[in-house]
């Protein structure tokens, strides 16, 4: 079992900036690929960015590309979501989650095992 606790959400102007921050225990987060996701009222979850550490490969949602950044820090057991430059449609709640997805369906959500709580993102205008 993998315990995933985000955190780093919150109210920020259009154009700022926010980083995200996925705690995991439980297990090594190394063998995983960790993702975000994100879903936003009345709206399904959309996929936002993935790393397979391992692999030493980043994948990203087109909405997000050039903006959002993933990373992870294996000693501290922990998947980093920095967002630059956002803007009112990023305003969503973000959640981390752990898997084992073919590298073709990172960005299909039930691929994966491990959810957090998820955070709030609100962004104004």
């Known amino acids: 079992q993998v315990q995933l606790v985000e955190s780093g959400g919150g109210l920020v102007q259009a154009g700022g900036s926010l980083r995200l921050s996925c705690a995991a225990s439980?297990?090594?987060?190394?063998?995983?690929?960790m993702a975000w996701f994100r879903q936003a009222p009345g709206k399904e979850r959309e996929f936002v960015a993935a790393?397979?550490?391992?692999?030493?490969?980043?994948y990203y949602g087109d909405s997000v590309k050039g903006r959002f950044t993933i990373s992870v820090d294996n000693a501290k057991n922990t998947v980093y979501l920095q967002m630059n430059s956002l803007k009112p449609e990023d305003t969503a709640v973000y959640y981390c989650?752990?898997?084992?997805?073919?590298?073709?369906?990172?960005?299909?959500?039930?691929?994966?095992?491990?959810w957090g709580q998820g955070t709030q993102v609100t962004v104004s205008s």
């Open positions: 790393i397979n550490w391992s692999a030493g490969r980043t």
């Open positions: 989650t752990a898997g084992r997805p073919v590298l073709s369906r990172v960005g299909v959500d039930y691929e994966y095992d491990y």
């Open positions: 439980g297990r090594a987060i190394s063998p995983y690929t």
